[in-house]
């Protein structure tokens, strides 16, 4: 199965193959040009690295937030044509999922929290058990620096954190003592395409906003016939 998988939550663009020969390449394009643009000649030029075409892709694999807005939109919007013009599978993942995946193949264990930069002093959190594998222990959320360490207040052991939320506040969370900093500015590709490629495209892809105000921002989502 060839996978291709896509993730704008971030101010870094980024995309990953994996063919069917187990050949994978990623690639984050952090260069200051806007998403639409990086996203389609990252594609592009990805595709034919790997010596594929579009009609040979099995399955698009789209990080659905939560994250920055304008970013998830255009990543969504171009899964969605894709997926639909080709007439391929479409899964949906989340920015939190990829971050903790990421951390699990590095070989972090123990509690997680991974945390995305929402902007407007707000982060985007979930917190994760990685042991045997990767397991959510909460749902996402909307809070801030400050409201999550003071939930910290007499932590059970060590607590490792990761994402582009953390390293905006890094000072904040470092603060509370037994707190294990994993850098992972950009949610891992090569975590996408593992998650991805067992999951069962739904027949609706929603958009993970979590904040009301950028919820009903009348974004279509893909529902099939």
Known sequence: MNLIAIETATPACAVGVRTTSGVEVTRVMNDGRRHTEALVDGLQ???????????????????????????????????????????????GVTSLEMLAGGA?????????????????????????????????????????????????????????????GVHRYLAIFQSVVGIIHFSQPVPSLHAALDIGSDRVASEVL????????????NFSTRERP
């Open 45 to 91: 030029s990805l595709l034919e690295e790997v010596g594929l075409v579009p009609r040979e892709i099995s399955k698009v694999i789209v990080d659905r937030g939560p994250g920055l807005f304008t970013g998830l939109r255009v990543g969504l919007a171009t899964a969605i044509g894709l997926t639909q013009a080709l007439g391929i599978e479409l899964v």
């Open 104 to 164: 699990f193949d590095a070989g972090v264990r123990g509690t997680l929290v991974a945390s995305v930069d929402g902007r407007r002093g707000e982060i985007f959190n979930q917190t994760f058990s990685l042991d045997a594998g990767v397991t959510p222990l909460d749902d996402p959320r909307v809070t801030t620096a400050e409201r999550e360490v003071a939930s910290w207040a007499s932590p059970a052991g060590t607590i490792t954190i990761t994402g582009d």
């Open 206 to 217: 929603v958009p993970l906003y979590l904040r009301e105000a950028d919820a009903v921002a």
